[in-house]
């Protein structure tokens, strides 16, 4: 499943998780979560962007380094600007204090294709935000099912050939 097929909005965000329903694998990351369609989804949906947008936390956890072909901003309260690689762009409490305030300061710096890319508090954060298309995928539908029961959020499949993709968030029913 490419994001041209879900006809996806300008700002999205992402997570994958495990059959267990969990956001980190044996490797103490993400990327031991998924195989070949769950890499091809994500490489699709980051391609879209203008600028990646993550959390300090994730962005330590998951080793970032910058897109090829994107900017990459990191909101946090506790990184400075100094912790960061040269040309990342350093959202502050500053300037937001929310998940979805960093959003706005990226649309406020211009950008319009915002890709977010965060744990679960940020990420099931993005998913009451009405601008933010929100999807959790998984290779099994059991990782879907149990993500969204531990957080009591609502989801709908959309797609199930080769990778489980579920729109999660207030316009999902399930």
Not at 74 to 87: C, I, K, M, T
Not at 153 to 168: D, M, Y
Request: proline share 5%; net charge negative.
């Amino acid at each position: 499943m490419i994001p041209s097929q879900l006809n996806l909005g300008p700002i999205t965000a992402t997570l994958v998780v495990g059959a267990d329903g969990e956001h980190v694998g044996p490797d103490g990351t993400s990327r031991s979560l998924g195989g070949p369609s769950d890499f091809e989804w994500f490489v699709s949906v980051r391609r879209r962007a203008e600028v990646i947008l993550t959390s300090g936390r994730s962005y330590l956890d998951e080793r970032y380094v910058v897109p090829a072909n994107a900017k990459l901003a990191v909101f946090s309260r506790s990184l400075r600007e100094a912790d960061l690689a040269p040309g990342v762009i350093h959202i502050s409490e500053r300037q937001a204090s929310t998940f979805g305030d960093a959003v706005n300061h990226l649309l406020s710096l211009g950008f319009q294709r915002i890709h977010c890319e965060f744990g679960p508090t940020g990420f099931l954060a993005t998913t009451v935000e009405p601008k933010v298309e929100a999807y959790l995928s998984s290779e099994t539908r059991s990782g879907i099912e149990r993500f969204t029961a531990k957080h009591g959020v609502e989801f709908e499949f959309v797609s199930s050939h080769g990778l489980f993709i579920a729109r999660i968030g207030s316009v999902a029913v399930h």
